[in-house]
C-alpha cells in the first residue's frame, strides 16, 4: 500500500476555506484513483472526491461546486482545494488509493492519521 500523510487541515468559520495536502511516499502514477475521504464524528466514512491518473474527477454531491481535487504528480501529492465550507463538512479527512478502498474494504487498508477539519458556524 502507498504510504501517504495528510495535512492542511484547520479550524474556519463557514464559508471560509482550506487547502489539504496528501502526500505519498512514492509515485502516484501507479495508481489508478486517488480519493480523499472523510470521516465525520459518530458517522462512516465516505468518499468526498478522487481522481485518475488521467485526470478525471468525482465528487460526492454534498460537495460538488466548492471543493476541487487536483494532483501533481512530480510532488506526488494530490490536494483537495475546499471552498464555501459548512460546517457539516467537518471531520476528519484521509487520502487513500480508492482502488484499494474498492478492492479490500475500509477496514482492512492502513488508514494514516488524517487531518481534522473543523469549520464553525
Known amino acids: 500500500q502507498v504510504q501517504v500523510m495528510e495535512s492542511g487541515g484547520g479550524l474556519v468559520q463557514a464559508g471560509g476555506s482550506l487547502r489539504l495536502s496528501c502526500t505519498a511516499s512514492?509515485?502516484?502514477?501507479?495508481?489508478?484513483?486517488m480519493g480523499w475521504y472523510r470521516q465525520a464524528q459518530g458517522k462512516q466514512r465516505e468518499l468526498v472526491a478522487d481522481?485518475?491518473?488521467?485526470?478525471?474527477?468525482h465528487y460526492a454531491d454534498s460537495v460538488k461546486g466548492r471543493f476541487t481535487i487536483s494532483r501533481d504528480n512530480a510532488k506526488n501529492t494530490v490536494f483537495l482545494q475546499m471552498n464555501s465550507l459548512k460546517p457539516e463538512d467537518t471531520a476528519v479527512y484521509y487520502c487513500?488509493?480508492?482502488?484499494?478502498?474498492?478492492?479490500?474494504?475500509?477496514?482492512?487498508?492502513?488508514w494514516g492519521k488524517g487531518t481534522q477539519v473543523t469549520v464553525s458556524s
Open positions: 481522481i485518475t491518473n488521467g485526470g478525471t474527477t
Open positions: 512514492g509515485s502516484i502514477r501507479s495508481i489508478n484513483a
Open positions: 487513500n488509493d480508492k482502488f484499494d478502498v474498492i478492492r479490500f474494504g475500509s477496514e482492512y487498508v492502513y
